[in-house]
């Protein structure tokens, strides 16, 4: 067989190259030139430094199941800083290993324990897995480490940084003298080095692809946007809007940030879920898995939760907040402009923060240019340009000529054909592409329309509710497209949905008869409060009559305006609060 020569020419087997094949690879990363030959001749230890995103997976792991033949201990044992990761390499192991029969598995806390001492008993060729766990393993007697070809520590700095330092001195202490130790990171700070000097066999090699030190980003557009903080928000929408492609990961400094940017993004409409620390195991992979298989496109993170999450292919980096220093900076940016695509890196920088993006841009020694907020003309143009794109692309296939004669009979409506196609427009858009259902900057937000009903889901977060989900079940449900949707809340135990009464209705009707999703009507507080203790006491004139909807609104408002409803003694007020006991 001869595919894949540069790969075989660095002295990949023959027998590993179907599965190269089926993962897409054509050409080896540069990591992977430097390392693969390394790694299958010789004995040395081994350093890899190299961004994000360049295959340092396949770059150790290419070698190490070219090397095991199956057997029934530990002989690979690579250490990862998150679950994630050791998920993320685990799975990349076993499709780079193909039909090789090597046992791979991840081991991370947070999953049940006897499920990964059931998967040791069976035997595990190459063990993955966060230092906590492996030390747990370890100490129970289940996990041998002493008969180990290779020991590797996949993003050695994010293990040191996250202060796992002591576990893996206890770890590699473990381990037979005589394996072959591999260390990748993407910078280089001095405690790696010392951890090599201190576990590592004299004479090792250091392979360097250019890590976050060097700047190997050409293919990313770099421009700061000065934003103040409290125009942010308006800022990213604008972004987001200008592009109906982005399909991003927004960084923010801490949790909090984070919470908050996701939280007035969904609410204003836009599809976004959110990653930090403080989210459970099962949701964090809910959300990379939807991301990566983009049931939603943007994905707010701050850097320690976005590290290492392997997606590849984002059209744009924003940093909502500015990087503390030059090696977040790249390591944020990396993750867009790869793989030969061109990517886009924004950053927005507050008046008082301008000095601090010279000093990022004079450590990677690219200049990072400012430019201007797309205009609210730039965002409408961009939104008819697509839509026009859209239409001439369905006029070429000729896919909606099934329409056509519902059309000719739509044009004989006004005097003139165009005007029909506006009203279809109109309906289709409503006021998204005309400039005055946009607000400049610094002006209160508009409200949702009035005429928007608020429904009220029984179920959230906790449940397992999100917006992007939500959404998706309601518009495959009922038709309705996500952005004619109003504000989504999704709070622990329920949802507020806005939306305009007819799709309201639609709602209620869709999910009527199904007892997991049950919605309501919400009404205000006040009116809740109000109308219990009106039903007690006195039945509304309302409830009989057979008077026309709006004739009722009308007369309902009048007499709100002439008095406020009479105040209740204290007690009655009390109880309806919290109910009165039957
Ligand atoms: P890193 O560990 O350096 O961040 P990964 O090993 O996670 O990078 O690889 C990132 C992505 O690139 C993975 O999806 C992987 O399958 C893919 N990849 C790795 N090497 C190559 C290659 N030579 N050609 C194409 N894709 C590759
Ligand atoms: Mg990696």
């Known amino acids: 067989m001869n595919e894949l020569p540069e790969f075989q020419a660095l002295g990949i087997a023959p027998e590993l190259i179907p599965a190269l094949l089926a993962k897409g690879f054509q050409t080896p990363s540069a990591i992977q030139t430097l390392t693969i030959p390394t790694l299958l001749s010789g004995e040395k230890d081994l350093i890899g430094q190299a961004l994000t995103g360049t295959g340092k997976t396949a770059a150790f792991g290419l070698p190490i199941i070219q090397t095991l033949e199956a057997a029934e201990y530990p ?8 679950r994630e990761l050791s998920i993320q390499i685990s799975d990349e192991l076993k499709s780079l290993a193909g039909a090789k029969e090597l046992r791979i598995a991840p081991f991370f806390g947070g999953q049940i324990i006897t499920i990964q001492l059931a998967e040791l008993k069976h035997g595990v060729d190459i063990v993955v897995g966060t230092p906590g766990r492996i030390m747990d393993l370890h100490r129970r007697g289940k996990l041998q480490l002493d008969r180990l070809q290779f020991a590797v520590l996949d993003e050695a700095d994010e293990m040191l940084d996250m202060g796992f330092i002591d576990d893996i001195r206890e770890i590699l202490s473990l381990t037979n003298p005589d394996k072959r130790m591999l260390m990748f990171s993407a910078t280089m700070p001095e405690e790696i080095m010392e951890i090599a000097g201190e576990f590592m066999r004299p004479g090792y090699d250091i392979a360097n692809a250019g890590g976050a030190n060097t700047t190997n980003i050409e293919l990313t557009e770099q421009y700061f946007h ?94 909502y907040s500015l990087p503390s220093n030059a090696e977040t900076y790249i390591h944020r940016i990396g993750r867009t402009g790869r793989a030969g695509r061109h990517g886009i890196a924004v950053t927005f920088v507050t008046p008082g923060e301008r000095r601090k993006i010279k000093f990022i841009e004079k450590d990677i020694g690219t200049p990072i240019p400012q430019k201007k907020l797309p205009e609210i003309s730039d965002i409408i143009n961009a939104k008819k340009e697509k839509f026009a794109e859209m239409i001439a692309l369905l006029i070429e296939t000729g896919d909606a000529d099934e329409y056509l004669n519902f059309a000719e009979e739509l044009c004989t409506l006004g005097s003139h054909p165009a005007e029909a196609l506006a009203a279809v427009l109109k309906m289709h858009f409503k006021n998204e592409l005309l400039t005055s259902s946009y607000t400049e900057f610094g002006q209160k937000e508009k409200t949702d329309a009035p005429d928007m009903k608020k429904l009220l ?88 009559s057979s008077e026309k909807p709006a004739e009722k ?30």
């Open 75 to 82: 002989q690979a044992l690579i250490l990862a800083p998150t």
């Open 457 to 544: 889901l029984f179920a959230g977060r906790a449940d397992g509710i999100s917006v992007p989900a939500l959404l998706a079940e309601i518009c495959e449900r009922t038709g309705i497209r996500s952005n004619q949707l109003g504000k989504i809340l999704c709070r622990a135990d329920k949802t507020f949905i806005h939306a305009a009464e007819r799709d309201a209705e639609k709602i209620l009707k869709a999910f009527k008869n199904d007892p997991e999703w049950r919605f309501k009507y919400d009404e205000p507080r006040e009116e809740r409060r109000r109308k219990k203790s009106e039903h007690k006491f006195e039945k509304s004139p309302e409830e009989n």
């Open 553 to 582: 609104v009308r007369r309902k408002k009048k007499s709100e305006k002439k008095s406020a409803p009479p105040r209740k003694p204290l007690r009655e007020e009390f109880w309806s609060w919290i109910g009165e006991p039957e």
């Open 226 to 319: 000065e934003v103040k903080r409290e125009h942010k928000i308006d800022a990213l929408s604008r972004l987001i809007d200008a592009d109906s492609d982005m399909y991003a990961m927004i960084f923010c400094r801490t949790r909090a940030d984070v919470n908050e940017v996701a939280e007035k993004l969904n609410a204003k409409g836009y599809r976004v879920e959110a990653l930090h620390g403080e989210i459970s195991q099962a949701q964090r992979l809910r959300v990379i898995n939807g991301f990566k298989k983009r049931r939603f496109s943007l994905l707010i993170a701050t850097d320690v939760a976005a590290r290492g999450i392997d997606v590849n292919d984002l059209t744009h980096v924003i940093n």
